[in-house]
């Protein structure tokens, strides 16, 4: 393997430190890190020759890639959270060594065959004090907004223990590594989307399993509301009203259930619909639809308004999102 030079929007993700200096190697792999991955602060042991290597594939709606490296550990701290801003969820599973993974005042110890998930909008730490094989994914958070409010009482906890998924995700995944390079990209958009519901049953399972205290049934209720909002997202009368009669709280309760997340439902719904209309149009199974015809699909009824929206979202028309915008902006 070469060392990394494509850009962050590239498909492939592909780097090594054999054959570099020993001097670059540390240097050259926290660059690879914070390029094809997440901006974290590596740190070497300070005992061993340093060798790393990852391979993967990154796709609009996530990354997959294998890691080999030598012991060291990495920190997710504040000042990356500042420069990247990057809202994304990043699952470790550990196919040999052992790991150490450490969010919101929990640690956990992951042997082969475990994973866990952390959350890049907060700081988080790993360790590996042994030679150690990984596949990492790395999921846009809106991707799973409607499992958000539950997700921080999972991180640094083991998906292993928390129910039987994990086991079949994690087979599903080591294949998945594998075949993805060499697919067209039609197939492995259609493949991670598949994995992505995997994935999601897989923390639904783990939310599920993982105490409620009783200042959080109010977020209990906001993920209710959302998981209603993912299954009548397209639906034009989606409105405060409706949900009110499907879930019986008032649409009071559920305004202010938004905006002790500093929105409104009208803005997040707004922005769900954006997001999943985003998808869509890089998807290319859909490329013989209209612009138009994508925007209706997802609950607009007005081109000059979706595009506006759109523009003001992505920062770029929908015509040009389709024709190369940077798809990982889906956050």
């Known amino acids: 393997m070469q060392p990394l030079t494509a850009e962050p929007s590239s498909r492939v993700i592909d780097a090594s430190t054999a054959g570099l200096d020993h001097r670059d190697k540390f240097g050259f792999w926290q660059e690879v890190v914070c390029k094809a991955l997440v901006d974290l602060e590596c740190r070497p042991d300070g005992k061993n020759p340093f060798e790393a290597s990852v391979s993967g594939t990154r796709l609009s709606m996530l990354s997959v890639a ?18 990247s801003g990057d809202e994304s969820l990043i699952f470790n599973f550990i196919l040999s060594g052992w790991a150490l993974a450490e969010q919101d005042g929990r640690s956990v110890l992951l042997k082969p065959g475990d994973g866990a998930v952390c959350d890049a909008q907060r700081p988080y730490n790993l360790r590996f004090d042994d030679a150690f094989k990984l596949i990492t994914v790395k999921l846009p958070f809106g991707s799973l907004s409607h499992r958000s409010a539950g997700i921080h009482r999972i991180t640094a906890r083991s998906l292993t223990e928390a129910g039987q998924m994990c086991p ?89 259930l938004f905006e002790a997340e ?14 999943r209309a985003a998808i869509d149009l890089r998807d290319p199974a859909r490329q013989s639809l209209g612009i138009s015809a994508i925007a209706m699909a997802h609950g607009f009824n007005d081109l000059s308004h979706f595009s506006r929206a759109f523009r003001q979202r992505f920062e770029m028309s929908p015509r040009a999102y389709r024709l190369g915008g940077d798809a990982e902006r889906i956050a």
Not at 71 to 83: E, K
Not at 217 to 223: E, G, I
Not at 262 to 275: K, P
Request: proline share 5%; net charge positive; hydrophobic share 45%.
């Open 66 to 83: 294998r890691i080999e490296a030598s012991p060291h550990r990495v920190a997710r701290l504040p000042a990356g959270i500042s420069r």
């Open 168 to 256: 079949i995700l994690f087979g599903y995944l080591v294949g998945l590594s594998r075949q993805l390079p060499s697919m067209d990209a039609a197939a492995s958009e259609r493949v991670a989307r598949n994995f992505t519901e995997l994935l999601a049953s897989a923390l639904d399972e783990a939310i599920l399993s993982s105490p409620l205290p009783l200042s959080e049934y109010r977020a209990a209720a906001l993920v209710r509301v959302k998981d209603f909002l993912e299954r009548h997202l397209d639906a034009c009368e989606l409105d405060a009203t409706m949900i009110s009669a499907a879930l019986k709280l008032s649409p009071r309760y559920i305004n202010k």
């Open 262 to 275: 500093n929105t409104s439902l009208a803005r997040y719904i707004w922005r769900r619909r954006l997001e």
